[in-house]
């Protein structure tokens, strides 16, 4: 555990962290150097590359630290390493919490780590977005989160957009300044005693840069927090704030300490700072001449690569209390506040909500005229064209459900950053996402239903309505699980939207629309009993042609004879009466497994961030 040292001049009783790092090295290993998502097909052709060798800086209470140098340097990696993020047997030497060898699970729980790709939904007003990180990372009532978002906003002066949406590249939201301050606002908001930021100016003017920047370092020397910044071209005045720098250059540290020692470094290797350029951008212009100045230390180094000791496995795994995380909320907390933030998403997200709904309004009324009457001539029942009614509608609703893949991509981005830093569970994601869709696929459902069944003039009673709308709500939810499962492997909406499309496609060919089950070659066997068409087409053949109207119901007649009736039907197409709701519990299950096997990937996912 990290003791706790004084602040030098805050006077605040908090614990304080001092980070250091010795002799701290990643190598990239050439089978690891290049992996994919899926890790097979990308092999890779670079030798043995070393990111950092034999870091060593540190970083006070009280203090910023500007870790500096030119692109490729190392510099988020060096960071990523300090925020307990690359924890892995490719990094060794020593990182050092209150020096003590740190433990990266309590660590990240302890500090705030602002990458510099923001994960915001861009849907959610400022406010909002901070009211929420801050009710998921905090202990308590609501009020005490409100007291704290007001406090945030007041200080990254966020207060004149607070009702404002963050927006996205398509839909114009607060400036891109003001974004930043968001990100740093939401790993703020549990107040860490350590701040990590990756280029927290990056992308901003003067003004708001320095505002950023000001801002940091009043925190830093009011309440004593430690920070650790990436940065790479500062102003003068941005500059008079840093404490301290951490030059870096080809992942070697040309320089460690105050910006005063660098000038006399350089001055004293024969270099005259010009008026009009600061001491970090002139060092970075000549750090060849500072490299020469280590070669003589990195020839050490060399020799030292022999001795290559991985740190973490150690450090880490034998320290069981590491791996126990206690979360800030209950379960039942977190499912609450989670689904709060979902709907919220969703019904914003108008390709989501909008489309989603006129879609299956549209299409049950489309169709309805279209199969009109398919069931309405006393003479002739048209046997062909109801089941095709079926197989059709079944792939309507089964591959009209990719539009939730972008808000579940989305989502994923921002549930890694959060259960990385042990914000929530990752089962109270997977429920609350459930729960969230129940209802508004219900709605969907209906929708759909109750003009298409009427008009198409399927059974004419409640029962056959009510048990019609039940397997479309239940056929809409499975492939939501589905999307949700994929959503959580792929790693972007192309290769998603192309593997749904296609494995739904080859499920739809195994439905018994096309082929039937004996002609299936027994090495595709498989798949009949996979398709999540086959089970609700079953149904809805048996929900029309079997219960006691059904099965007497003349399909085929000629002169006045009935040569097939809704029982002969059913036994030609090897259906029972029964598989009615037998069918609709194996779909349940297929929710109930793609929901399960969506929660596995992601914890494993955000497992392996952790740990
Ligand atoms: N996992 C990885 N696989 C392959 N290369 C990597 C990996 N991580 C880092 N690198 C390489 O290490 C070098 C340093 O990367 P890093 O992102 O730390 O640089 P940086 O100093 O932050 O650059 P910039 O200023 O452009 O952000 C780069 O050349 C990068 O390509
Ligand atoms: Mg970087």
Redesign the pocket.
């Known amino acids: 555990m990290e003791l706790p040292v004084t602040a030098p001049d805050s006077g605040s009783q908090k614990t304080q962290y001092k980070i250091k790092t010795k002799n701290l090295s990643y190598k990239?290993h050439p089978q690891h150097?290049?992996l994919g998502w899926f890790g097979w097909w990308e092999e890779a052709k670079s030798p043995n590359r070393y990111?950092l060798r034999n870091v060593n800086c540190e970083a006070k209470p009280g203090e910023i630290t500007a870790i500096t140098?030119p692109?490729?340097?190392?510099?988020?990696?060096?960071l990523d390493i300090l925020a307990g993020m690359i924890v892995s047997c490719r990094v060794s030497g020593h990182v050092l919490v209150n020096d003590q060898p740190m433990n990266a699970s309590h660590f990240r729980r302890v500090s705030g780590y602002v990458t510099?790709d923001e994960a915001l939904f861009p849907l959610l007003t400022v406010e909002e977005t901070l009211m929420y990180s801050a009710r998921l990372r905090l202990h308590g009532a609501l009020e005490k989160a409100k007291v704290r978002v007001t406090e945030l906003m007041k200080e990254l002066g966020l207060e004149h957009v607070a009702g404002m949406r963050i927006g996205s590249d398509t839909r114009r939201g607060i400036s891109g300044g003001e974004k930043r301050r968001v990100s740093i606002g939401v790993d703020l908001v549990h107040d860490p005693y350590v701040l990590l930021i990756d280029?927290p100016t990056s992308g901003l003017d003067s003004a708001s840069a320095l505002h950023v920047v000001f801002l940091l370092k009043s925190m830093a020397k009011n309440q004593g927090k430690t920070i650790v910044l990436?940065i790479?071209q500062p102003g003068f005045r941005i500059l008079e704030m840093f404490d301290k720098a951490v030059l870096?250059s080809n992942g070697i540290v040309l320089h460690h300490g105050s910006l005063h020692l660098l000038e006399e470094r350089l001055k004293f290797a024969g270099h005259c700072i010009p008026r009009h350029v600061n001491v970090l951008e002139f060092s970075i212009d000549v750090i060849q001449s500072l490299q020469i100045d280590i070669q003589e230390h990195s020839t050490e180094m060399s020799e030292s690569e022999e001795e290559y000791n991985p740190i973490w496995t150690i450090s880490n795994l034998g320290n069981v209390e590491a791996n126990h995380i206690f979360y800030p909320n209950s379960r039942f907390r977190e499912v609450l506040i989670l689904s709060q933030r979902f709907s919220k998403n969703v019904f914003r997200t108008k390709q989501l909500f909008f489309a989603r709904t006129m879609q299956a309004l549209l299409a049950g009324v489309v169709l309805g005229t279209i199969f009109m009457n398919a069931n309405n001539d006393p003479k002739r029942v048209k046997l062909r064209t109801q089941i095709g009614f079926f197989a059709f509608s079944l792939s309507f609703l089964l591959s009209s459900t990719t539009e939730a893949l972008p808000i579940l991509l989305e989502e994923r981005r921002v549930l890694m950053r959060e259960t990385s830093r042990g914000a929530y569970r990752a089962s109270s994601y997977v429920i609350s996402n459930t729960l969230v869709f129940l209802p508004f696929l219900l709605i969907v459902a209906l929708l759909y239903t109750t003009p298409v069944y009427w008009l198409v003039g399927l059974r004419r009673d409640i029962e056959g309505f009510l048990y019609f709308s039940l397997l479309v709500w239940i056929v809409v939810l499975m492939s939501n699980s589905f999307v949700a499962c994929f959503s959580a492997l792929v790693p972007n909406f192309i290769m998603g939207a192309s593997l749904i499309t296609g494995v739904m496609g080859s499920f739809f060919l195994f439905s018994g629309y096309f082929i039937s089950k004996e002609d299936i070659p027994r090495c595709w066997i498989f798949m009949y009993y996979l398709s999540l068409f086959r089970y609700p087409y079953e149904c809805f053949m048996i929900n029309e042609f079997g219960g006691e109207k059904g099965k007497r119901r003349c399909l085929e007649s000629v002169e006045g004879e009935c040569l097939l009736d809704g029982n002969g039907f059913l036994l030609q197409q090897g259906l029972k009466e029964s598989q009615k709701w037998s069918n609709l519990v194996v779909m349940l299950v297929f929710i109930f497994g793609y929901r399960l096997l969506c929660f596995i990937i992601l914890w494993y996912k955000s497992y392996r961030m952790r740990s």
């Open positions: 990239l150097s290049n990111i140098g692109s490729g340097a190392g510099k988020t990696t060096l510099q280029e990436t790479h870096l």
